[in-house]
């Protein structure tokens, strides 16, 4: 078997039958599928169809470790920073309320399983693990559709000179832009209200030795990740804004509905323009250059989105299955993927051991997934997505600028009594609330996305 990478030479191999399984994007959900599978001693194909793993891929982020450290030794891994605050903002026209954690816990190892990565870096080390352990990797390449013989995925058409390359087994790795599964009829295509769009920049700080520690309060290796909402980060679209810092860099970003950004006029990257001048944020990316600018869509329908998993010849990993938690609390995908793609690497090894490539055969994917914490998280949060379309005025809006009110108000130094401040301050988030039973009512709403 080739362990080789063949990343678009000229001199190209006929891989047509040469594999067991063919796996469909090289981000973190198909290197762990292949990953998984080499491991076993199956024969794996993993096609990407970026200059190299990571090119093309976007996110904020923050890259949870918990799956991929079971999978291999993360020691040497690219990472950037570990997570050492989290912080929350509520951001009005030009106000801002924060809540920050920074439990000593999250400075030692493991440092809570949260590392910022750039996925140009981390995705390529993490897709190299998988050739290490016996897996092809292809890059340059990008998959167009797929094989399929009476009902059966076969294999997938590529735009190789090659073309067509059959194998039993085909992974769908592809992302959230899942083109080739929908091609197919594998999932139905996403529905606006199910997507969000996102804009990211990596800005750096050109001649400002210290500056992320100075402006970020942060020491070595330490790291931090503030998240944005309410109408200062995205207006009153649903959504938010984010910045996180890596090593010489920080990634800053906004991500809110596709729906709301048609809405309103304005595109993801004027958003994005507008959150980096609030008056909260500017002082933390001011004299930073741009260095990437980036554009992507998520997922983000949750649990009653996710498609079927498996299909004769064929399973949907990660991204591609809709499988991102975003809460407003949690925004994780990378440890779905990872966790996807082991699974169904797994069903696969097993299903391969009696040579069948049924869906029923491939069943213990989508059965694991469900007992884990990728299929239990979704379902937690099904509910939240119509709640806050609901409230999104309250929550976004109306909210963040009672909260400013309040706190400008209780603090106000003047020759009034502090009880009056106190009396009007509350006056002022009751107000926004609806009074003692409204804020009763919203508690009890949203009480399970911290409970
Ligand atoms: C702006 C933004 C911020 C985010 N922030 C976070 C965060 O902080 N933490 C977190 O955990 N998650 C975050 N996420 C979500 C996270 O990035 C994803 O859940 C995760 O990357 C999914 O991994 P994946 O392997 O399924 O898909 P991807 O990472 O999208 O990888 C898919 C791969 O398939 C390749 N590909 C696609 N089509 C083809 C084709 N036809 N042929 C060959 N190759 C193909 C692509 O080039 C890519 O390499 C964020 C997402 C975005 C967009």
Redesign the pocket.
């Known amino acids: 078997m080739s362990t080789s990478t063949d990343a678009g030479t000229s001199e190209r191999p006929n891989y047509d039958d040469e594999f067991d399984g063919i796996v ?7 290197s762990a599928a292949a990953l998984t599978m080499a491991d076993r001693g199956l024969d794996v194909l993993l ?4 200059a190299k ?2 090119s ?9 470790t918990p799956t991929i450290r079971e999978l291999i030794d993360i020691e040497e891994a690219p990472l950037e920073r570990y997570v050492a605050e989290k912080r929350y903002s509520m951001l009005s026209h030009d106000d801002e309320t924060a809540v920050s954690l920074r439990p000593g816990e999250w400075l030692r190892e493991p440092h809570n399983d949260s590392y910022t990565v750039l ?1 140009g870096t981390f ?1 390529e080390w993490f897709a190299e693990r998988a050739v290490e352990e016996g897996a092809t990797l292809i890059t340059e ?4 559709g797929l094989l399929n013989e009476r009902g059966s995925v076969v294999g997938v058409e590529t735009d190789r000179p090659d073309g067509a390359i059959r194998a039993p087994y085909v992974v769908l ?5 899942s ?2 599964s929908e091609g197919a009829g594998l999932k139905p295509t996403e529905t606006r209200e199910n997507v969000a769009v ?1 804009a ?1 920049e990596v800005l750096e700080f050109p001649g400002r030795d210290g500056v992320i520690e100075d402006r970020f309060r942060l020491f070595d290796d330490a790291g931090a990740a503030y998240n944005y909402f309410g109408e200062g980060a995205v207006g009153d679209a649903f959504g938010g804004g ?1 910045i ?1 810092t890596n090593s010489d860099t920080i990634s800053v ?1 906004v ?1 809110y509905r596709i729906e709301d950004a048609a809405a309103h006029g304005q595109s993801p990257e004027e958003t994005l323009n507008a959150f980096k001048t609030h008056p909260a944020v500017a002082p933390l990316v001011r004299d930073a250059r741009t260095v990437e600018y980036s554009a ?3 997922p983000e329908g949750g649990a009653e989105s996710v498609p079927e998993l498996v299909h004769d010849g064929a399973v949907i ?4 299955a809709g ?2 938690l975003n809460n407003g609390v949690h ?7 990872v966790e996807s ?1 082991y699974h169904a690497g797994d069903a696969i090894v097993r299903a391969s051991e009696d040579g069948r490539t049924s869906a029923a055969a491939l069943r213990s994917y989508p059965e694991a997934l469900e007992e884990s914490f990728v299929v239990r998280n979704l379902e937690r949060y099904a509910w939240l997505q119509e709640a806050v379309e609901d409230d999104r005025e309250l929550l976004f809006e109306d909210l963040p600028r009672a909260f400013a009110d309040a706190g400008t108000t209780y603090f106000r130094m003047d020759r009034e009594a502090k009880d009056e401040h106190g009396e009007r301050a509350k006056r002022a988030i009751l107000d926004a609330l609806g009074g003692w039973r409204g804020a009763a009512k919203l508690a009890l709403r949203y009480r399970k996305v911290v409970t």
């Open positions: 469909v994007g090289a981000g973190l959900a198909g096609i990407e169809r970026g793993p990571g093309k891929n976007v996110f904020g982020g923050v890259c949870y996925r995705d390449t990008t998959v167009t790795a592809e992302g959230g832009n083109l080739v996102a990211k984010f996180y970003g991500a992507k869509t998520i990993v990660g991204d591609a499988l991102v925004l994780e995908g990378t440890n779905m993927a793609g």
